[in-house]
């Protein structure tokens, strides 16, 4: 019940409608109870024969075709209002789901596959969707019927009254010492639905890698392997419940046997007239229809249950909690490190009392072996993930003590991977300021040497660049990436420059929009390119996340240290060997 009642909260604010479907459903209830007991008056009034009242006979037609209609007409409004509940709901679920994921830890997405995310967020929200669909429209019905039924009854013969109401506490206990069994089936199933989702959204969107490596076998192996478990798994899982079913609706058949033996001895016996014994009969078949249906009910609650664990198994992690007011104002740009420890395992730390300063408007290049912790700097930066040991400071402002997002607002961060949206150019563009100008968005074109083709393109800024920037050549895309990054105008950026697979034109274009990316502003760059490093005011490098040396180029050049150790390999013998040297660095010439 804990389950179910959590289901019905999660549209509390749709109460009022809930409401309405339940009056009409009332309503329909009522009238679906008297016409029974209007039939088997009519009955009665035939009997009578010669003695009996037309104007009588012809008013209790009346009365049933009125009843009919109101049936008819208070069923199709209370369906209407369920519709809508059910959109309603689908709509407030997803936003809740999509806006709860916004709000989690960096560690959260670090861990699942965005495919699994969305198989359950698609899975769950159908079937609470359609479990509401189904209280309103069907259960609720069931129960008001049942009831009104069941009094009536009561009133003619409390023995078949007693016989009918047997059957919902048999049939209860029955369903519910099986439904373990049956759900345990379920999280079976679902865990494999999603591996298989989740791969599949994986393939589609770098469809490129697996079409040029020849692995569309494997992918589609994988992918029907998962369903093939779904199959193994349906087949004793449908099977255990049908068993229990049967033996469900055999006890139903047992106990109908009796009411139905019960109504026709008596009223041979003359303990019902023929009105009475028509109307015991009508309000037990009124009973046994949605009694028979009832596996449908539960196997729905059953099935929404179990997928709607997945749904708020998601919404019970606890969000990235932001305790702080203050908001950061930055007037210069200086960064400072103090003390700072990290680690993403306990036990295992990635950054080690880290200690130095950024000068306001320096450009910084960090430098080290793969694994070394110089991304993990930039997300520590951003708040993404916080220190276990330390502060990080800018302008003397702990960012522990600021708002995440007044902290955000004042860096411009430019990915390795473009990391474009579907959408046009302008779009893309003033992604970070949705409010700029369309002067403004051409300006920072410009800066970023993406003006000339944007124009060249049939539709201009206005251009569908679809999924991921797939139109765009890997120049095109980052620099596209970094006019959104100056219309952003933050005074401090992040640079996880990518230049090393671009080819030379596109290189040059990308590293003169760096410049004037970088200009004025205080720049964390993680180096891919030497020459890159060699433009920046300071290196800082790491190894065994500590800081193992920190100065300009040219001191560093004659140090012996990292730096000076990657200058040395430009004068390896052959270009393999320079590269493969390089490479341990995430580094190339």
Not at 323 to 328: D, I, N, P, S, V
Request: no cysteine; proline share 2%.
């Amino acid at each position: 019940m804990k389950d179910i009642w959590r289901i019905l909260k999660t549209g509390s604010s749709l109460r009022l409608s809930y409401l309405l479907v339940g009056l009409m459903t009332i309503l329909v209830s009522l009238s679906t109870v008297l016409m029974p007991l209007l039939s088997g008056w009519a009955i009665n009034e035939i009997q009578k024969g010669s003695t009996a009242s037309t104007s009588h006979a012809a008013l209790l037609a009346l009365a049933i075709f009125l009843l009919d209609l109101a049936q008819n007409f208070f069923s199709n409004w209370g369906g209407y209002i369920g519709d809508q509940i059910s959109v309603k709901l689908n709509k407030l679920l997803s936003e809740n789901y999509y806006a709860h994921l916004m709000s989690l830890p960096q560690k959260y997405f670090d861990t699942e596959l965005s495919g699994k995310i969305i198989s359950r967020l698609n899975r769950s929200i159908v079937q609470i969707s359609n479990f509401i669909e189904m209280v309103t429209n069907n259960f609720l019905q069931f129960i008001f019927s049942t009831i009104f039924s069941l009094v009536v009854v009561f009133i003619i013969s409390w023995p078949v009254g007693l016989m009918l109401l047997s059957l919902y506490p048999i049939f209860i206990w029955m369903t519910i010492k099986s439904s373990s069994t049956w759900q345990e089936y379920q999280v079976q199933k679902n865990n494999n639905f999603d591996l298989a989702n989740g791969r599949f959204a994986e393939a589609i969107t770098q469809v490129k890698v697996v079409k040029s490596y020849g692995q569309k076998k494997r992918e589609l192996s994988f992918f029907s392997g998962h369903f093939s478990n779904v199959l193994r798994l349906n087949r004793p899982q449908s099977k255990f419940w049908h068993q229990q079913d049967f033996k469900r609706r055999l006890v139903l058949n047992i106990i109908f046997f009796g009411v139905y033996s019960f109504i026709f001895v008596r009223g041979v016996q003359g303990a019902f007239n023929a009105g009475q014994a028509v109307t015991l009969i009508l309000y037990a078949l009124n009973i046994r229809i949605p009694i028979f249906t009832i596996s449908f009910l539960v196997e729905s609650t059953q099935r929404s249950i179990s997928d709607s664990r997945d749904y708020f198994t998601v919404m019970d992690v606890r969000p990235e909690v932001d305790r702080a007011t203050k908001k950061l104002l930055v007037k210069k740009g200086q960064i400072s490190f103090n003390n700072v420890s990290f680690h993403y395992v306990r036990g295992k730390d990635i950054i080690k009392n880290l200690d130095f300063k950024i000068q306001a408007g320096q450009k910084v290049a960090l430098v080290g072996e793969s694994g070394e912790g110089k991304t993990t700097l930039s997300n520590l930066i951003l708040r993404l993930y916080d220190p276990q040991k330390g502060a990080i400071l800018i302008d003397d402002q702990d960012i522990n003590n600021v708002t995440k997002v007044s902290l955000r607002n004042q860096i411009s961060v430019v990915f390795q991977e473009p990391n474009l949206f579907s959408g046009s150019i302008r779009e893309n563009i003033s992604y970070g300021n949705p409010r700029a100008k369309d002067s403004q968005v051409k300006r920072a074109a410009k800066a970023a040497n993406a003006h000339e083709f944007i124009n060249n393109l049939k539709d201009g800024y206005d251009t569908e660049i679809g999924e991921k920037g797939l139109k765009l050549s890997g120049g095109q895309k980052q620099r596209i990436a970094i006019a959104r990054a100056i219309l952003k105008d933050s005074p401090l950026l992040i640079l996880d420059e990518a230049t090393s697979s671009l080819d030379s034109r596109s290189e040059l274009l990308v590293q003169e929009a760096l410049k004037h990316l970088m200009k004025g502003r205080t720049s964390i760059i993680i180096a891919h390119r030497l020459s890159t490093i060699q433009d920046v005011d300071t290196i800082i490098s790491m190894k065994g996340g500590k800081i193992s040396e920190i100065g300009t180029p040219k001191e560093l050049a004659e140090s012996g240290g990292i730096y000076s150790q990657l200058l040395s390999v430009q004068t390896a013998r052959s270009s393999e060997e320079r590269q493969e040297a390089l490479a341990k660095f995430g580094i190339v010439s």
